[in-house]
């Protein structure tokens, strides 16, 4: 197998960590954050896409 190493931009990819409790309502509400992944259960995912308007 082959591997191809490669780089992004800094604002390309940044890793936060926190207590949810701490950070998590900012982080999904907060008009500067284009984007969120994250590792959790359905109802995570669903909590998450309720805060942000996303409807599935």
Same mark, same amino acid.
């Given at each position: 197998?082959?591997?191809?190493?490669?780089?992004?931009?800094?604002e390309m990819?940044q890793?936060?960590t *926190?207590?949810p409790?701490?950070?998590?309502?900012?982080?999904?509400?907060?008009?500067?954050i284009d984007?969120i992944t994250?590792? *959790? *259960?359905?109802?995570v995912g669903?909590m998450?896409a309720?805060?942000?308007g996303?409807?599935?």
């Amino acid at each position: 197998m082959r591997r191809t190493s490669f780089s992004l931009p800094p604002e390309m990819f940044q890793v936060v960590t *926190g207590w949810p409790k701490d950070i998590g309502d900012e982080m999904i509400t907060n008009d500067h954050i284009d984007i969120i992944t994250f590792t *959790g *259960g359905v109802s995570v995912g669903k909590m998450i896409a309720a805060k942000t308007g996303y409807k599935w």
